[in-house]
């Protein structure tokens, strides 16, 4: 019997980069960015996508067609993108996807995980009897709490041996007074690079009204027309993707979650002047990296059931094709407080093509969102669709390529 989960498929991709690196002269860095696993992945992908016409030569699990074969990465059916590769190699997926394991099988061994399991090869991956109950003597944190120990008795003896010559009241008033003076000088340097901070990054320079903490503070629906700018997917021309944002209050200023079909944003918001909100977000990283930083301007009016974002984003392409753009963003309020929760791994995932969110509402209704990438002339109201069209979007330099042209 072979082993499962995440014990196989860390073993299982750490040997095929090993693999891969040597065979491609490229070494890459197994951090949490991404972008770094995304040659190894499009490779991988190559295998994966051949799965349904292998099954005979590999011995590996039946895989039906894909209907959307002629489609580019990352959009078929059995692409394996570098997120996947990421999570997977730190040890986040307990569930791998049977394609991704069967891939790394064949590139490593000439055979399917089907095939191996009757002939193994590798003993590396044979599991054992009794695998689930071995334990190391010392997990990190006991080991840790020794070492502090052990470190604990030796302040004391230290502090025995010397305790004579600390206790003299001389030192302990020079030594009081050199402290005070030392702390006197940091606090005052920290204060004058506090006060410098604050005024150069113009933090919190407006103190909102409550209406306007009302008008901002709660749950949003955003529609966004940035897949119209991605090189990577033919149909992108009337493609708009739906997002759902929380912003609540905090020490004077607002946080911002805003969670996409593909990936979440974090960051905050600011009143910078009477009902004008800067609005800063990234990616929403495992190491709390910047990525893809963008800046949005929304301007409150309580007279319109929708408002209109300008910000300065990315099309959130794959690779090089990831472009800065300029682009119009819908915003909707929906409500306020609750809790939004994240749905994954689920049947519901599968059925819709798309990332769930459950908001359950202070009046304890449970409100559902499917975030996917939508046909613009689908969307209601219809003068949503003038607003976040393929004209909205502003390139950082000028190319045809990349918005696609109406033929009449």
């Known amino acids: 019997m072979l082993k499962k989960g995440k014990e196989e498929i860390i073993y299982l991709l ?53 209907r959307d074969s002629e ?50 090869t590798d003993q590396e991956l044979v599991a054992e009897i009794g695998d689930h109950e071995k334990k190391d003597s010392y ?14 008795k030796i302040k004391i003896n230290l502090s025995k041996s010397k305790r004579k010559y600390l206790r003299k009241s001389q ?5 009081v007074i050199v402290l005070f003076l030392a702390s006197l000088w940091v606090m005052s340097n920290k204060n004058e690079a506090y006060n410098e901070l604050v005024k150069d990054y113009n933090i919190k320079p407006y103190t909102y009204t409550k209406s306007e903490k009302a008008a901002l503070e709660g749950i949003w629906l955003n529609y966004i027309g940035s ?37 979440n944003h974090t960051g905050y918001a600011q009143f910078e002047s009477p009902n004008v909100v800067s609005i800063h977000t990234k990616l929403n990283t495992l190491i709390g990296t910047t990525n893809s930083p963008r800046h949005s301007l929304l301007l409150l009016d309580s007279s319109k059931s929708y408002l209109n974002a300008i910000s300065a984003s990315w099309n959130f392409d794959v690779g090089a094709k990831n472009k800065i753009i300029g682009i119009r963003e819908v915003y909707i309020k929906v409500g306020k407080g609750g809790k939004l929760t994240e749905i994954l791994n689920a049947v519901e995932n ?59």
């Open 14 to 66: 750490n040997r095929s980069i090993e693999k891969f690196e040597i065979e491609s002269g490229n070494q890459f860095n197994k951090n949490t960015n991404k972008k770094n696993y995304e040659p190894f992945a499009i490779f991988l992908s190559g295998i994966s996508n051949d799965l349904p016409f292998t099954l005979e030569k590999f011995g590996h699990n039946p895989y039906e067609l894909d």
């Open 171 to 175: 030192l302990v008033i020079i030594s």
């Open 71 to 120: 489609k580019e990465y990352p959009f078929r059916k059995y692409d394996i993108t570098g997120g996947q590769i990421r999570d997977a190699l730190m040890g986040l997926v307990a569930s791998p996807r049977s394609f991704l394991i069967d891939s790394c099988y064949i590139y490593l061994y000439g055979m399917g995980r089907s095939a191996f399991e009757k002939m193994p």
């Open 350 to 408: 599968a059925e819709c093509k798309c990332k769930i969110i459950k908001w359950e509402q202070p009046n304890g209704k449970i409100q559902e969102f499917h975030l996917k990438n939508m046909l613009l002339d689908t969307i209601q109201p219809a003068v949503i669709r003038t607003l976040i069209d393929k004209k909205s979007i502003l390139l950082k330099e000028l190319e045809d390529s990349v918005l696609l042209k109406i033929i009449k």
């Open 227 to 263: 897949p119209q700018a991605r090189l990577s997917d033919p149909n992108r021309e009337r493609l708009i993707v739906l997002n759902i944002s929380e912003i609540k209050e905090k020490n004077g200023y607002f946080t911002y979650t805003r969670y996409g079909s593909s990936f």
């Open 139 to 152: 997990t990190l944190m006991q080991e840790n709490q020794q070492l502090k120990t052990e470190l604990s």
